[in-house]
C-alpha cells in the first residue's frame, strides 16, 4: 500500500521558536495533502488542504500567519508552526491522496511540545 | 453542515462477543463514508469504505442512508481487534477531506 512519512516524530522547541514538519508520500505523487492535528484523547481536526504548486485552504479558526503550510512538489508538504508557544503542543498528522476520491493515507504523526 | 457521530467513547466486549460500533452522520448530499483504525503507537489506517461493500478482518459496516448511520460490525471479536476506531466521511469525488468523529476505542477482553 501507499507509504506517508513525516519528520521528524518529535520535536522539543522553546517558546518562540519555529518548528518546521515534513510530509512526503514515498510511493506515489499526491495532488493533495492534508494536515490534522489531534489533542489527548481526542478526534483529528482538520486544519488545512494542500494542493500542490497552490495556496493552502486553511479551516475555520486556524491562523494562516501561524501555521504556514508549504506543498511545493507532489510528494512533499510541510507545516511550519512559527513562534510556537506551548498551547502549540500537540500531534500534527499529516495525510496524502493520490487523486480526487481516492484513499486517504496518513503519516505517523509528529509530536511537538513547546516549552 | 458535515456532522461524524460516534456516541461511545469506550466499548469493552469480551472475547468471542459480537462487536457493533454505532456511527451516524450529517451531510447535505451524498457522502462517502469510511471506518479507520488506529492501533496501539501505530499510524491511522483504513479499515473500510462503503463504496467497496468489502470485509476487513472480519468487520463489515452497511450505510443506512434511511436513519444516516454507518455502524461497524464483527460477529466474533478478537483480542486483536482492541484498537481506536473512528468514522469518517467526505463529499463524494473531488478534493473533500475527511471529517472525522470523536473516535470509540474498543477494548476486548479475554
Known amino acids: 500500500g501507499a507509504v506517508v512519512s513525516q519528520h521528524p516524530s518529535w520535536v522539543i522547541c522553546k517558546s518562540g521558536t519555529s518548528v518546521k514538519i515534513e510530509c512526503r508520500s514515498l510511493?506515489?505523487?499526491?495532488?493533495?495533502m492534508f494536515w490534522y492535528r489531534q489533542f489527548p484523547k481526542q478526534s483529528l481536526m482538520l486544519m488545512a488542504t494542500?494542493?500542490?504548486?497552490?495556496?493552502?485552504?486553511?479551516e475555520q479558526g486556524v491562523e494562516k500567519d501561524k501555521f504556514l503550510i508549504n506543498h511545493a512538489s507532489l510528494t512533499l508538504s510541510t507545516l511550519t508552526v512559527t513562534s510556537a508557544h506551548p498551547e502549540d503542543s500537540s500531534f500534527y498528522i499529516c495525510?496524502?491522496?493520490?487523486?480526487?476520491?481516492?484513499?486517504?493515507?496518513f503519516g505517523p504523526g509528529t509530536r511537538l511540545l513547546v516549552l | 453542515a458535515q456532522r461524524v457521530t460516534q456516541p461511545e467513547k469506550l466499548l469493552s466486549v469480551f472475547k468471542g462477543a459480537p462487536v457493533e460500533l454505532k456511527c451516524n452522520y450529517s451531510y447535505s448530499g451524498s457522502p462517502e463514508l469510511f471506518w479507520y483504525v488506529q492501533y496501539s503507537r501505530q499510524r491511522l489506517q483504513l479499515l473500510l469504505r462503503h463504496i467497496s461493500r468489502e470485509s476487513i478482518k472480519g468487520f463489515t459496516a452497511d450505510l443506512n442512508k434511511g436513519e444516516t448511520s454507518f455502524h461497524l460490525k464483527k460477529p466474533f471479536a478478537q483480542e486483536e481487534d482492541s484498537a481506536m476506531y473512528y468514522c469518517?466521511?467526505?463529499?463524494?469525488?473531488?478534493?473533500?477531506?475527511?471529517?472525522f468523529g470523536k473516535g470509540t476505542r474498543l477494548s476486548v477482553i479475554a
Open positions: 494542500s494542493n500542490e504548486g497552490s495556496k493552502a485552504t486553511y
Open positions: 510511493d506515489f505523487q499526491a495532488t493533495t
Open positions: 495525510s496524502a491522496r493520490e487523486l480526487p476520491g481516492e484513499t486517504q493515507y
Open positions: 469518517a466521511l467526505s463529499g463524494r469525488g473531488g478534493n473533500t477531506p475527511l471529517v
